[in-house]
């Protein structure tokens, strides 16, 4: 059992080393084709934006995703993997929010975005939101597939959303400017929620447990109401046998 687990420790960790690797190198040449392609005010917004997301992504969590790594894991009952689940994703999406909104009105205040700004300030401030908030539920939904042991579901997320947030942005930026590469960053980003609630959804951590749990229990009391039954009309007969005859 011990060399199992060994072995699956190896494959997991030679499944990270390789998919961070190959996610940096895609990042980099991404990031150049950008820098050289794209517009100068795309790209400041661009790289502001990136370092907006992971603010948000870490301060909207405040530690308790590894706090869920630990503690999910050891949680036999399905119910009390369900309802620990559910605390940490509402508590992270409230708290992902606020900083986003924070977020987003230092962006506002940033001289040097002003052309970006001034051009379409309504649609950019609605798409800047809704990517940072989708990017911060993605990696909330993602922690709790990683603290369930989904490896293999997690480092191809990796890579897709590493292509994707680099080659849709800069496809939005060379044809729409600032407003196609916000969009393009906020298509990936709810994609990549969707995904991870949907697979959540359809391993629904402890719903199936709690289901079978359920189907068992009305069983049992059906079972038992059965055998009261068949014990009252036994004893029926054996009072009445006249009746019965």
């Not at 980099?28 to 934006?49: E, K, M």
């Not at 603010?55 to 894991?73: E, F, T």
């Not at 993602?142 to 680099?166: P, T």
């Amino acid at each position: 059992m011990n060399s199992a687990v060994t072995a699956s420790t190896k494959q997991a960790a030679t499944m990270s080393l390789a998919t961070q690797i190959g996610t940096k190198a895609i990042n980099l040449g991404l990031s150049i084709l950008f820098v050289r392609l794209a517009a100068p005010d795309c790209v400041g917004l661009f790289t502001l934006l990136l370092a907006s997301s992971q603010l948000v992504s870490s301060l909207g969590r405040l530690g308790m995703n590894y706090s869920v790594a630990v503690l999910l894991p050891r949680q036999i009952d399905a119910a009390a993997q369900f309802r620990l689940s559910i605390t940490y994703i509402l508590f992270s999406l409230g708290s992902s929010l606020l900083v986003a909104g924070f977020a987003l009105w230092q962006l506002s205040q940033t001289r040097g975005l002003a052309s970006s700004w001034d051009a379409q300030p309504g649609p950019i401030a609605a798409l800047i939101l809704v990517y940072l908030v989708s990017d911060a539920s993605s990696e909330i939904f993602w922690s709790i597939h990683l603290a369930l042991g989904r490896f293999r579901v997690v480092f191809l997320r990796d890579v897709w959303v590493a292509l994707g947030k680099g080659a849709l942005p800069l496809a939005g930026a060379l044809y729409f400017g600032s407003l196609g590469m916000v969009t393009g960053l906020g298509l990936v980003s709810l994609l990549n929620c969707w995904i991870a609630a949907t697979l959540l959804r359809r391993e629904p951590l402890a719903l199936a447990g709690a289901e079978r749990m359920a189907f068992k229990m009305v069983n049992r009391i059906i079972g038992a109401l059965a055998c009261r039954r068949e014990c009252f009309c036994r004893y029926r007969t054996d009072r009445h046998p006249a009746n019965q005859a």
